[in-house]
């Protein structure tokens, strides 16, 4: 029945499938499986109002954050296993064990300077931290 359509119905009927069927899987609605693609860094401006850092699929979202010295930052987890929002180096900041579902806030140093972090239970998730 398919050969005695019009060729432009054919190709119509073809382009659907194909679109469909790339939709679907990209909707990541199956398999279970999470990508290890890096998330896309963004940086936002600094503000004193606060600033927010949600954890999904095992990684910090924004990666990159800007904040002005002392703003109160939001840490929020939307995986299901616990994580840590935790500067190197020195240490200036450690939420400590975030629960799946839990909020957390901590406030960035007075400090001027950039701080990387990272997921003490998750070494191989970072993100950084820029106040100025």
């Known amino acids: 029945m398919f050969a005695l359509l019009p060729l432009r119905a054919r190709i119509a009927v073809v382009v659907a499938t194909t679109c469909a069927a790339t939709l679907a899987g990209c909707s990541g609605g199956g398999g279970g499986s999470s990508s290890s693609a890096s998330p896309t860094p963004h940086t936002t401006s600094p503000s004193k109002d606060g600033a927010l850092i949600t954890i999904k ?14 703003t109160k930052v939001t840490v929020i ?56």
């Open 57 to 70: 699929d095992f990684a910090f979202r924004p990666a990159t954050l800007t904040v002005a010295p002392g």
């Open 77 to 132: 987890n939307k995986d299901a296993v616990p994580h840590t929002v935790t500067a190197t180096g020195d240490k200036e900041f450690d939420t400590g064990k975030v629960e799946s579902g839990q909020t957390v806030s901590f406030e960035a140093p007075a400090r001027p300077g950039s701080y990387p972090y990272i997921c003490t239970i998750h070494p191989t998730m970072n993100g950084s931290l820029t106040v100025r």
